[in-house]
């Protein structure tokens, strides 16, 4: 089967799209280019003409000396089977709780107070993990509080994940509301109950309803999150899945193909697991008739990366409605604005003048966090300082 990316290695393949832009090559020009260099698939440069239809414009009129904030709650109620973010089960450190908000709240009043010294904007505030709804309602909305308290206002978006639906409740929810954030993510992953037992999710697809029904009102963006390619799925357990989110219509549909990942429990039990998975074909095949049930329902690409090992040699797609598209997103995939990341494993990325990146990882570990918070900040604030000179 011919590689849909073709000889392209990297994991975000319009980072050398964008180059030829900034050079002055037309985007039809461009990606002429991108096919003579690497064998990129028709299929695949005109997904990659929607994507940079709406990313260029966005990329090249950025605000001068703003920053973009991600915050890092690493706590889930379980572990998935394909998960390698950097994420405890609460069963097995969630008495870390307490102190990590601690170490948290720490972060986000020192370095807001550098960003305010030293007048720089904030962009867009982004709230992952891990699950930060795994926290108490209440420690959320401490950090909540801190962050709009802490960072230089105002930001262009502000969004929470809320992945597990369990944890979700009314009490979070006004959380969140409260604290003006605008976007949610609840991310069912896949409608089948076999599917989601066997990857370790403990909810069901009515819990899922259940949480979009609580919430729909109450933001103006819902994004919800699928895996195609999960272990023992086929075409037409995928597809199920699929209608049976486009019809809850949230606003942001992300379509990821599986990848196995090296520290994930899946990896580990390989041997069980790798005959469960689509071959390459059907892989296509999957992308394909997603791409285009979604693009029946009214549905546009805005975004993409690809994994190293991802099915098929596929790639990951964020879908939205008209006028949803995830500015961070956009931000944190294409790595033209500093992104300071804040709390457990948190990556921030710093953009050398000519383009070039370094980047700095928080601890994984929480303890290790909670110990290092002191070095973490310290060297996120001399790599942001040695470049807004
Ligand atoms: C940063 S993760 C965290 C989101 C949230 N904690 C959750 O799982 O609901 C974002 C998304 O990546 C996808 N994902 C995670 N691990 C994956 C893997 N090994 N292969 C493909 N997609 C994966 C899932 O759809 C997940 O919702
Ligand atoms: S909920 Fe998300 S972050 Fe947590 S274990 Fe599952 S995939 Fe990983």
Redesign the pocket.
Known sequence: MRAPWGRMQGIRPNKPLYRWLDAGLSLTEALGKMQDTYGVSTTKLALLRQVAEHEYPLLTSLPPRAVSIYVGIPF?????L????P?H?LRELGQERQRFVSALLHEIAVVGGYLQQYEFSVDTVYVG???PTALAASDLACILRALQRELPRPWREFTVEA??PETLTEEHLAVLTKAGVERISI?PQTRQQKTLELI??HHSYQDIEAAVARSRDQFSTLNMDLILGLPGEGLAEMQASVEWVQNLRPENITLHMFSPKRASRFTGEQNDWQEMLPSAELATHMVEATSESLRQAGYDPYYLYRQRNILGGQENVGWTLPGHACRYNTLMISERQHILGLGGGAVSKFINNDGTLVSQTNARDVRVYIKRVEQHIASKMKLLAERSE
């Open positions: 889930c109620p379980s572990r998935c394909y998960c390698s973010f994420s089960s993990g891990g699950t992945g597990r991310n370790g999710r």
